[in-house]
């Protein structure tokens, strides 16, 4: 019997026509985003914009309707926007080309600084959340770290040729690459950087996150930044991380804090020195897991500060 290809569910279409309106989450999007997108105004106008019909409001509801309300195109966003509201626009006859011209050249930096507008006020919201209670692992670690992050860089997805001058383009063309760091307590954003080369690797973003990280943080990083010249500037600034144990990494077990069938967790030295790199004193731990062997490292060194449960 063949083997069924697997394919992307996010590249399957799954349906033509967008899901139905919820009153309830409109309102609550408008609430939030409103004041944010009037804090841009001046900004909007300062690059050049006019303030016409498909303005800087207009175009914030367009990208939330299209991702919430799953529209499968720019043409059906047009036909959708000429019957019925969208959140907080009254309903509008647009000439489709003009939208998908508009989607193309407006700028991102802008949809950037609303959503970063926005984040205080998200942050706000969690603080006053009391029914969302933190898995104990986050929670032994917040004893001990001022603030737990995530970092990961993810090459972003190949374009949707959903407007029609992007019809002619090559398939499988990769829309660059971005850069993510997120509070692991709240969920939120703290930084996103982009690069516009695809292909580029997660190195490109340490200096800037070196920048970014304070005394105290613990990371989660991912293992696009194996990197031992980064490993020892974060240990430097009092930065401590968990991160995946590439294959075939040179190890030296130094002791052993535990040891037996499914959890080993061992003080080692990392690597070769070769080339000028440095030879770090980490933890390792491996979990195992039916037949899979999972392994991480870690900068901190002792069990009691961050136990096992807390790095797998």
Same mark, same amino acid.
């Given at each position: 019997m063949s083997k069924k290809t697997k394919r992307n569910p996010d590249h399957i279409k799954r349906h033509n026509t967008p899901t139905i309106n919820n009153e309830v989450i409109a309102q609550?999007?408008?609430?939030?985003?409103?004041?944010?997108?009037?804090?841009?105004?001046? +900004?909007? *106008?300062?690059? $050049?914009?006019r303030d016409r019909i498909i303005n800087l409001?207009?175009?914030? @509801?367009?990208?939330?309707?299209?991702?919430w309300r799953q529209v499968p195109s720019v043409q059906e966003l047009t036909r959708l926007l000429a019957r019925e509201n969208l959140l907080w626009c009254r309903a509008t006859k647009i000439a489709q080309q003009s939208l998908a011209e508009r989607f193309l050249v407006f700028p991102a930096e802008l949809f950037e600084r609303v959503f970063k507008d926005l984040l205080p006020q998200l942050q706000h919201n969690w603080q006053q959340r009391t029914q969302r209670?933190?898995? &104990?692992?986050?929670?032994?670690?917040?004893?001990?770290?001022?603030?737990? #992050?995530?970092?990961? $860089?993810?090459?972003?997805?190949?374009?949707?040729? *959903?407007?029609?001058?992007?019809?002619?383009?090559?398939t499988g063309q990769l829309a660059g690459k971005i850069c993510t760091v997120i509070n692991l307590v709240t969920r939120?954003? =703290?930084?996103? #950087?982009? +690069?516009? %080369?695809?292909? @580029?690797? &997660?190195?490109?973003?340490? @200096?800037?996150?070196? %920048?970014?990280?304070? !005394?105290? /943080?613990?990371?989660l990083l991912d293992r696009g930044f194996y990197h031992f010249l980064f490993f020892e500037k974060l240990i430097n600034q009092n930065v401590h991380f968990i991160t995946r144990l590439k294959a075939k990494a040179s190890i030296k077990v130094l002791?052993?804090?535990?040891?037996?069938?499914? =959890?080993?967790d061992q003080l =080692?030295?990392?690597? /070769? $020195?070769? $080339?000028? !790199?440095p030879i770090l004193t980490l933890r390792l731990?491996?979990?195992?897991?039916g037949k899979s062997v999972h392994s991480y490292i870690t900068s901190v060194l002792d069990p009691n500060v961050l136990p096992q449960r807390c790095c797998c």
């Open positions: 609550h999007l408008q609430a939030l985003l409103t004041p944010a997108i009037s804090a841009q105004q001046k +900004h909007y *106008k300062q690059l $050049g914009l409001s207009l175009m914030v @509801a367009a990208v939330l309707t299209l991702l209670p933190l898995p &104990d692992s986050i929670k032994f670690a917040r004893r001990n770290f001022e603030q737990v #992050w995530v970092a990961d $860089g993810t090459t972003l997805e190949a374009l949707f040729r *959903k407007l029609k001058s992007l019809e002619d383009l090559k939120l954003p =703290i930084e996103i #950087w982009f +690069h516009t %080369n695809p292909s @580029a690797s &997660d190195t490109n973003f340490e @200096a800037v996150l070196l %920048n970014l990280l304070t !005394a105290k /943080t613990l990371i002791k052993f804090f535990t040891y037996d069938y499914s =959890i080993k =080692i030295q990392l690597g /070769t $020195g070769r $080339g000028g !790199a731990i491996e979990i195992k897991v």
